[in-house]
């Protein structure tokens, strides 16, 4: 659902390099023209040059590309999941009511349009004055420049598809006491003190209600509960719904928050939504996840190439893309910002190109996720050069461009190693070898945490199903062990299993067991134990 209107936006943008961003917008409104020169008309009088009439004129500007759901399903949807949501059960029994709402009105509902087509005058004034109020009244906001202000505070919507309603004002009554009764001293009128409160309350709420985010990368999406009186009631969903509701909530307080994300980890195909506040000294303070505070160290031991900060107004370089390029590539999204070398190391670098036939001007580069080339970011092609800026360190790359029918590879495979060195990878067919492969690749700090389980794990080989008598064969004493273990017995036994020693929990990915003499594995059939997954012999 994410993604599904950004193919829209290149006919949106059209327009997006003429001199008068004001009046393309204006055009593309149709119909609804009249609501956005109201707004206009309202800030212009006597005061062109004010505040309020630039923030008016950057809403309008930038609004092209965002959508909303559009009719009346969407407003039933969110009276019927609110029922359940308010309804004194379980997580699992509001999981199994709201799937089949979901189902109904939601999953394969394409009635949105674009915000610009129906928003309507009095609740963009509505929430220029709201947002105005906030910044002119807060202590804590005095720090904000006029841009910080536009994406942090004014915006009227933090995430696409979410209703047009009044949510600022619905979450503000119901959090200000969290923040409303801290002293507005100049040390206690902190940002990140007002952001860690309200993140801990909601943690804690949550807790206490038995909820639980982690059930929804499970089920494999969120909800879409992305008005006023649900948003802040997920009972289970995505990293990327979590840092909805809290930008949500912190935006209402007038604290300035913003979503980030990036597309992929290294070496594997999902990447990760989360949120930051923009902290009086400058500096935006990542929360990571459900369970982290505001400030906390961002995955210290993950490897990401590109990490974007979701912006209300256009990226004009991606509006260029979009307007210019023949191929348009599905990722590249128009409200993002560059923001990798606030998180990791970076390098700008500028790869010669291959004498591909390639039919755009565009160059793209990609990383390896394990299992295919995903992209990250474009370029113009210049002198038959790509340039990339904030290109993480620690990871393979590889240019890719359009041959006129998909992306094909324009440039070698190269690796931006740890001191930013670039090093170009050479396929030697001369030079070839054999390897075994011990364990996946990279070893990640829950591998090894989970690794130290199998210690004091045995193998045990019995002729009775129950294993009321056993022999044990082998005992795992250390963490190094063949991959091929070859057993001590004399005798042949017909039921054999891998028991954990007491709590540990451990899970093993396979036990093989193969024929005395030959390669082939031997016939078997699971038959499981009680400690099985989901009921399901396979996870026994």
């Known amino acids: 659902m994410k993604y599904h209107y950004v193919f829209l936006l290149a006919i949106v943008f059209i327009s997006c390099n003429s001199p008068d961003r004001l009046e393309s917008a204006l055009e593309l409104a149709g119909d609804n023209r009249p609501e956005l020169e109201r707004v206009l008309k309202y800030y212009s009088v006597d005061r062109r040059d004010s505040l309020k009439y630039k923030a008016a004129r950057f809403v309008i500007e930038n609004m092209p590309g965002h959508y909303s759901y559009d009719g009346n399903e969407i407003q039933q949807y969110y009276a019927e999941v609110l029922l359940v949501l308010n309804a004194n059960i379980s997580t699992e029994e509001k999981f199994n ?66 209703n047009l309603d009044y949510w600022q004002d619905s979450l503000y009554l119901k ?45 494999g999406r969120g909800y879409n509960l992305l008005n006023a009186s649900t948003i802040d009631k997920i009972p289970f969903g995505l990293c990327e719904d979590y840092a909805n509701m809290n930008v949500a909530i912190l935006r209402s307080l007038g604290i300035p928050a913003i979503i980030e994300s990036f597309p992929f980890w290294q070496y594997k195909g999902m990447g990760h939504i989360w949120y930051s506040v923009l902290h009086d000294n400058g500096n935006n303070i990542p929360a990571v996840g459900f369970e982290n505070t505001p400030g906390d160290i961002f995955a210290p031991l993950a490897k990401y190439c590109k990490v974007y900060r979701h912006t ?23 409200f993002r910002k560059d923001v990798t070398s606030e998180y990791t190391a970076t390098k700008s670098i500028n790869v010669p190109l291959n004498d591909t036939d390639l039919k755009d001007k565009y160059a793209y580069l990609t990383s390896f996720t394990g299992r295919d080339w995903r992209v990250l970011d474009f370029t113009k092609i210049k002198n038959g050069k790509a340039c990339f800026e904030q290109v993480a360190h620690k990871a393979v790359y590889m240019v890719m461009g359009y041959n006129g029918i998909n992306l094909v590879p324009a440039s070698r495979p190269f ?29 990640s700090i829950r591998t090894a945490k989970m690794e130290n389980r199998i210690l004091g794990g045995e193998i045990h080989a019995s002729d009775k199903e129950d294993f009321s008598t056993f022999e044990t064969i082998y005992t795992f004493n250390d963490l190094i062990f063949p991959d091929t273990i ?8 017909r039921y ?5 020693k007491q709590n540990s929990l451990c899970n093993i990915a396979e036990l093989q067991l193969y024929e005395q003499g030959k390669l082939n594995f031997a016939d078997e059939k699971i038959i499981g134990e009680s400690r099985m997954f989901n009921n399901d012999l396979k996870f026994s």
């Not at 807060?138 to 942090?152: A, I, M, P, V």
């Not at 209300?312 to 128009?334: D, G, T």
Request: charged share 25%; proline share 3%; glycine share 2%.
């Open 415 to 443: 690796i931006i190693h740890k001191n930013g060195m670039l090093e170009y990878i050479e396929m030697d067919s001369d030079k070839k070898q054999e390897l075994k492969l011990y364990r996946k690749f990279p070893k």
């Open 97 to 162: 009511l709201i799937n089949p709402i979901y189902n109904k009105y939601i999953r394969d509902n394409n009635n949105y349009t674009q915000d610009i087509k129906i928003i309507s005058a009095d609740y963009l004034i509505w929430n220029i004055e709201r947002a105005f109020k906030l910044w002119g009244n807060k202590l804590w906001l005095e720090h904000l420049s006029f841009d910080e202000f536009c994406e942090y505070i004014l915006p009227y919507k933090v995430t696409e598809l979410q």
């Open 312 to 334: 209300y107004s256009h990226n004009l370089k991606v509006a260029e893309y979009f307007s210019n390029a023949k191929y348009i590539h599905p990722s590249i999204n128009l």
């Open 496 to 500: 054999w299993r891998f028991y954990s």
């Open 175 to 219: 959090y200000c006491f969290l923040t409303d009764n801290i002293p507005e001293s100049q040390h206690d009128a902190s940002i990140y003190l007002r952001a860690t409160t309200v993140n801990e309350h909601i943690r804690d709420s949550f807790k206490e209600e038995n909820t639980s985010f982690a059930d929804g990368e499970s089920r």
């Open 486 to 493: 070859k057993l001590p017995v004399n005798r042949k036994y």
